[in-house]
């Protein structure tokens, strides 16, 4: 159950969150405006780095639900934390038969749910093979489905590092920079009676394209360019 508590705390992660990303990333976003405002959502991701649940949530007002590993609500402090910020846990990918049954409830109670399709994050950088399992959701589901693309996490922070690299707003850039690209809403009927592999395919271009115009919105000089709150209102 969200409470007023729950609202606030999320409130203040988020500006507070955003700001760290746009002063220690230049964090840039697009798009925000195709996230329906109310209503259930289905909002799938390409899968770069940790940072990626963050970075998507500080581009979208509307308050998101996340997936989260079993393992990160052992701590009873750090679950009740997360919990409030609108985590939910699930096995390891999240698309398996129990993190199916949780995005369908979270659905149903008309949340806008976050996924990464992926299972795990890349190795290389780029947008790898959508497990099957997001198929048997979105057969399920009459909800809008929104692609978003991620952009610099791989670079800032890789499975390699612990820490991440940071790109100060104030500095030349270090090749760090963030960006977020929010596509169209796609009706899940589209892809209903479509065969697995041909779904899959679609959706996997979706979410490349997406990540291109991320790719493309990060490198942009920041002299001359609109600024990440402009840009998305467009």
């Given at each position: 159950?969200?409470?007023?508590?729950?609202?606030?705390?999320?409130?203040?992660?988020?500006?507070?969150t955003r700001t760290l990303l746009t002063w220690g990333f230049h964090y840039r976003y697009e798009g925000s405006q195709n996230v329906p405002r109310s209503g259930p959502v289905l909002l799938l991701a390409n899968h770069q780095s940790f940072l990626d649940p963050p970075i998507v949530g500080c581009a979208i007002r509307r308050h998101l639900c996340f997936l989260a590993r079993k393992t990160l609500f052992r701590?009873?402090?750090?679950?009740?934390?997360?919990?409030?910020?609108?985590?939910?846990?699930v096995d390891q990918e999240g698309i398996a038969k129990e993190g199916l049954k949780t995005i369908l409830e979270e659905l149903k109670?008309?949340?806008?749910?976050?996924?990464?399709?992926?299972?795990?994050?890349?190795?290389?950088?780029e947008v790898q093979l959508?497990?099957?399992?997001?198929?048997?959701?979105?057969?399920?589901i009459e909800t809008p489905i929104v692609p978003i693309g991620i952009a610099g996490a791989f670079d800032a922070l890789?499975?390699?590092?612990?820490?991440?690299?940071?790109?100060?707003?104030?500095?030349?850039?270090?090749?760090?920079?963030?960006?977020?690209?929010?596509?169209?809403?796609?009706?899940a009927a589209r892809y209903r009676d479509m065969p697995r592999e041909?779904?899959?395919?679609?959706?996997?271009?979706?979410?490349?394209?997406?990540?291109?115009?991320?790719?493309?919105?990060?490198?942009k000089k920041s002299n001359g360019s609109p600024s990440h709150r402009e840009k998305h209102r467009k």
């Open positions: 159950m969200r409470t007023e508590y729950s609202w606030l705390l999320y409130e203040a992660g988020f500006w507070l701590n009873r402090f750090f679950a009740g934390l997360i919990r409030r910020l609108n985590a939910v846990p109670a008309g949340q806008a749910v976050l996924v990464f399709p992926e299972g795990n994050r890349t190795h290389t950088g959508l497990k099957p399992g997001i198929l048997l959701l979105i057969k399920r890789p499975r390699t590092r612990k820490w991440p690299k940071l790109s100060p707003f104030f500095l030349p850039t270090t090749g760090a920079d963030l960006a977020v690209s929010i596509g169209k809403p796609i009706p041909q779904a899959l395919a679609e959706l996997r271009e979706e979410l490349q394209r997406a990540k291109e115009r991320a790719e493309h919105l990060r490198r």
